[in-house]
């Protein structure tokens, strides 16, 4: 089924609502981080609509784009926080960074499968030798209908 678009736009897709949720997290200014929140609601709801979940997708932009984010920035607005207030020292957390996300990948890939072989072998398997009652001839499923 051809949905008229090349897959690589939905890993272009990806990889900015990837990078809109990283600046999300590292932008120092507020503002520029609820801007960042709403380019990463409108990848992902551009993703779902790509992928055929249209009423999800619009959804998505309404619920989201429409409401919270516009909420959070008029919230941001109304408080008026000061630039100069924000600029602190961020040096110091970057090992605390690594001290707490060196063992948070380690157990991740611990506890996910080491390689894509083992999750294919596991769609691949033979459903009858597993389930013997499911087993169903196909000729005889097909002499019904004749």
Do not use: C, W
């Not at 897709?13 to 409108?42: C, D, E, H, R, Y």
């Not at 602190?88 to 894509?116: E, H, R, V």
């Not at 030798?129 to 004749?146: E, G, K, M, Q, R």
Request: net charge negative.
């Amino acid at each position: 089924m051809d949905l008229g678009y090349q897959p690589f736009i939905l890993d272009i897709i990806s990889l900015l609502a990837i990078l809109s949720g990283i600046m999300v997290i590292i932008t120092n200014n507020p503002i520029v981080s609820v801007l960042f929140l709403i380019a990463l609601f409108v990848n992902v709801a551009g993703y779902l609509i790509l992928i055929g979940v249209h009423f999800v997708g619009l959804s998505y932009l309404l619920v989201y784009v429409g409401a919270v984010s516009i909420l959070f920035l008029f919230i941001l607005m109304l408080i008026n926080v000061r630039i100069s207030e924000l600029h602190s020292n961020s040096i110091n957390s970057i090992p605390l960074a690594f001290i707490i996300g060196i063992p948070f990948y380690y157990l991740l890939f611990k506890i996910l499968p080491s390689s894509s072989a083992s999750i294919v072998s596991i769609f691949n398997s033979d459903v009858s030798s597993s389930y013997p009652a499911i087993d169903l001839d196909v000729n005889y499923l097909t002499s019904i209908n004749s």
